[in-house]
């Protein structure tokens, strides 16, 4: 399984950002995206930006994976998905 991680611009120069997210730092490819600017987020794979993310997927996909951390150990997931409802 290939998973994608948001990761925020810190420094940006031609081709390459350095970013953050999720307690790591990388320098990140991001020749196939439009340009960045500073404090915009990435979805980054296997070290490039995928594409552009907005506040809220980022967002998203943070709590989706730290709810997979969660279930990883065993813990309950429940509060992680407040936005989706049972039926």
């Not at 987020?41 to 709810?67: C, F, K, M, T, Y």
Request: glycine fraction near 10%.
């Amino acid at each position: 399984m290939c998973i994608g991680i948001p990761m925020r611009v810190v420094k940006n120069n031609e081709f390459i950002a350095l970013c953050e997210g999720r307690g790591e730092w990388r320098s990140v490819n991001t020749m196939l995206i439009d340009e960045t600017t500073e404090g915009q987020w990435l979805l980054v794979h296997l070290g490039s930006a995928l594409r552009i993310l907005d506040v809220e997927e980022a967002g998203q996909i943070n709590d989706a994976l730290d709810a997979l951390t969660a279930a990883l150990q065993g813990d309950c997931v429940d509060g992680y998905f407040a936005d989706l409802s049972r039926t």
